[in-house]
């Protein structure tokens, strides 16, 4: 058998040079005159191993990394092909601490299979869920989503189920299957890996979500800072359709479904499923007001499902496994696993994908393992640029929709940017309101206008003109802002504000205190 | 500067790509990505043209190609080299990598180089956060900027 060596090109191993490495070891192998087949598969999700280099040996895959392409010699030299020992040397992939401890349902497979082999997906589970499903009943299999009590994964966590239901129950000779792949948020990268890693789960998922459903045609809609996503993605829809995945007789039933890939224009708020629909129909991404609901009128004035990648992702293997389960993984009313991406200053940054449950000081310092440079850990934003900063004080907060509700966060798509004690909570509250104002679609007058008034307002506390009268004002405004926006960008932008000035308030102190204090 | 294509061309690739595109169900944004690909930044003596070909007004063509952050009036420089300026990359000083490379370049955001070499934008998430301070150049995405690699980029976008 010819040796099987993985070089991941998913892009954030291609942010760390993963091309230059399998240029390197393809050298390597055409001057030693061996035989070996690169695989290009998805990433893993440790990123601090990435690139992270395996080989397929008698017992095994055994993983080196972070390879540089200096190393790709003494690699060879090592006799890495049957898994000899290398100071990269990292043993089984799943035996590695990070990925050992996680429960991985929907990306089981990421980083494991050929993205684009179909075969390889097949002998990894994929399909079985869809083959359930076209010998099932539409509203079945819309009941065995309901139970598995999967909830939107996107940020607002409302049940997939409940969302299906309403779309089977509207009748129209037309529906829609949208996927939500504009995936914004700092700290979150869950969408990218799967659409990069295993994109036939997506495809899986939104033909299972076309046939419970009755909605022939799909899109996903992919922001266009992921131009790799978009090739995989346009590659594995074609693929599919040439197997007979999509089509008019999805997996030869008489279902019909096919799907297309858009690319989006930088728009940060058409991640709103809204905007993203008035984009996906040619016009501004212009917050929609609701109702009605995009389940009953969505693009085009249709009845459309619109949901986020992982929500899509993780019904293949619901369809698979049932809902009992998946529903058996998690606490509370969230249910089954969620894929937490670990980012910013942190020693060991990444996807890990668990039930839900693990408290935030877990994640942090445990998988986590402190920050990347050291330093004592700060703050904690959770949920991306609109979700709330946690203190350690808080860090006993399990990671949970609720509970973090309660709080007065949100796990949002489950991103944790951490900083360390250098950060200046002032200036990311004072980004937050840049940022909306940069973002805005302009609709709601506390959006537009608030964000920019809430920036210049922060510059006065900054400046030590009036600090505690003006921080009132701030609190007014992110008050006005919260209950006078249509959608999460106006209406979620005071979480990060206010958390800062709750959680921080040393931070607010005007510069001549500040100065005095130290 | 580079050569810019005279109107009566703009108008007629610009038609061939709504014909091309136009059967698709929301035909505008992958047409305005298209002319983008084609010219560089999508031209204003393409917006009748569209306007004409999916019945909408110029004002609504208008409206939606100035909505977007992605589409250009004006043509880039030879190289587009996009800095992430997003919470995690800031957790690990983005601010200080885009102040180091407008020094290097002399420019600012939104701005592109006197010569044409390169145009430098904020980007907010280029999904790399576990990978910050990140950056994408021509589409390349580079992760962990440092020293080192902030003067490999300002080399490549020079020569």
């Known amino acids: 058998m010819i040796p099987r060596i993985y070089v991941p090109a998913d892009s954030g191993a291609l942010a760390l040079g993963a091309e230059k490495v399998a240029k390197a070891i393809e050298k390597e192998l055409k001057e030693r005159g061996v035989e070996a087949k690169i695989v290009r598969n998805g990433s893993r999700g440790a990123y601090f191993l990435e690139p992270m280099v395996e080989v397929a040996t008698a017992e095994g895959r055994v993983a080196y990394g972070p390879v540089k392409p200096s190393d790709v010699k003494s690699l060879f030299d090592s006799g890495f092909l049957k898994g000899g020992h290398h100071k990269r040397w990292l043993g089984a992939p799943d035996k590695i601490p990070f990925l050992a401890k996680q429960t991985r349902l929907t990306f089981a497979r990421c980083g494991i299979i050929d993205p684009l082999s179909l075969d390889s997906y097949k002998s990894h589970g994929g399909l079985n869920g869809l083959h359930n499903a076209v010998a099932m009943a539409p509203a079945d299999i819309v009941s065995q989503v309901t139970e598995s009590g999967l909830r939107g994964r996107g940020g607002a966590g409302f049940p997939t189920g409940i969302k299906w239901k309403t779309v089977l129950d509207t009748k129209s000779d037309q529906k829609y299957i949208v996927c939500n792949a504009d995936e914004g948020d700092s700290a979150t990268f869950a969408d990218r890996m799967i659409m990069e890693g295993d994109p036939f789960v997506l495809i899986e998922g939104m033909a299972i979500a076309g046939i419970a459903t009755g909605a022939t045609k799909g899109f996903v809609y992919i922001r266009s800072e992921y131009p790799h996503a978009v090739a995989t993605m346009n590659k594995a829809v074609a693929i599919a359709r040439k197997a007979g995945v999509l089509g008019a007789n999805v997996l030869g039933s008489p279902n019909a479904f096919d799907m297309e890939i858009r690319v989006g224009a930088g728009a940060y708020v058409c991640g709103e499923e809204t905007s993203l629909l008035n984009s996906l129909e040619g016009k501004r991404g212009v917050v929609r007001a609701k109702p009605p609901l995009p389940a009953i009128q969505g693009l085009f004035g249709q009845p459309t499902v619109i949901n986020n990648v992982i929500s899509l992702a993780s019904v293949p293997i619901i369809m698979d496994k049932g809902a009992a389960y998946y529903k058996d993984f998690g606490m509370g009313r969230s249910r089954g696993t969620i894929p937490i991406q670990i980012a910013g200053n942190v020693k060991h940054g990444g996807l890990f994908e668990t039930a839900f449950g693990l408290t935030l000081g877990e994640i942090v310092d445990e998988i986590g393992g402190g920050t990347a440079s050291g330093r004592p850990v700060k703050a904690v934003q959770v949920g991306g640029p609109l979700g709330a900063y946690f203190p350690r004080a808080l860090f006993d907060t399990p990671f949970d929709y609720e509970e973090f509700a309660k709080r007065d966060g949100l796990i949002g798509h489950a991103g944790i940017t951490v900083f360390d004690d250098t950060a200046d909570m002032m200036k990311q509250a004072r980004f937050a309101m840049e940022f909306c104002a940069i973002e805005s679609c302009g609709k709601c007058t506390p959006c537009r206008i608030g964000s920019t008034r809430g920036m210049e307002v922060l510059d006065k506390v900054a400046a030590g003109i009036e600090a505690e009268k003006n921080l009132a004002l701030v609190t007014d405004l992110c008050n006005t802002m919260k209950f006078g926006s249509l959608c999460a960008l106006g209406g979620f932008t005071p979480y990060p504000v206010m958390s800062s000035i709750t959680h921080f308030p040393e931070d607010f102190k005007p510069a001549p205190t500040r100065v005095a204090a130290e | 500067m580079p050569m810019q294509p005279a109107s009566t061309e703009i108008a007629s690739r610009t038609a061939a790509i709504v014909n091309e595109l136009k059967g698709l169900e929301g035909p505008l944004l992958p047409i305005l ?87 430098l934008e904020p980007v907010y998430c280029l999904g790399l956060c576990a990978c910050s301070p990140s950056a994408m150049l021509d589409g390349e995405v580079i992760g962990r900027l440092d020293d080192e690699k902030i003067e490999e980029i300002v080399a490549e976008v020079r020569s």
């Open chain 2, 33 to 119: 990505h298209e002319l983008q690909e084609e010219f560089g930044h999508v031209p204003q003596a393409a917006l009748p043209v569209i306007a004409d070909g999916l019945n909408l007004s110029r004002a609504e063509v208008h409206g939606v190609v100035t909505f977007y952050h992605d589409f250009r009036a004006q043509p880039a420089g030879r190289h587009v080299l996009k800095l992430c300026q997003a919470e995690a990359c800031q957790s690990m000083g983005s601010e200080a990598v885009a102040a180091k490379v407008k020094q290097l370049l002399g420019i600012d955001f939104h701005e592109t180089a006197r010569d044409g070499s390169v145009t």
